[in-house]
């Protein structure tokens, strides 16, 4: 099986450290932004902005990934 294959596990840990410090920096600005966002929008903007950077931020995540 797949799963028990010690080779899948160290491959699977060397992406998680090389993208640890990556995905914290996108996690930190994604709390960051909507923090801000919160902050800066009247209340139907204050209700759409996490939404959005919840949306938009996987993707940033994913293109830098690649």
Do not use: C, H, N
């Not at 899948?8 to 920096?25: D, I, N, P, T």
């Amino acid at each position: 099986m797949i799963l028990t294959d010690p080779m899948l596990w160290r491959l699977v840990w060397k992406e998680y450290r090389v993208q640890r410090s990556f995905w914290l920096a996108i996690a930190v600005s994604a709390v960051g932004l909507m923090w801000l966002l919160m902050w800066l929008l009247d209340p139907r903007g204050r209700a759409e902005a996490p939404w959005l950077v919840a949306l938009v931020l996987p993707v940033l995540f994913s293109l830098g990934s690649s």
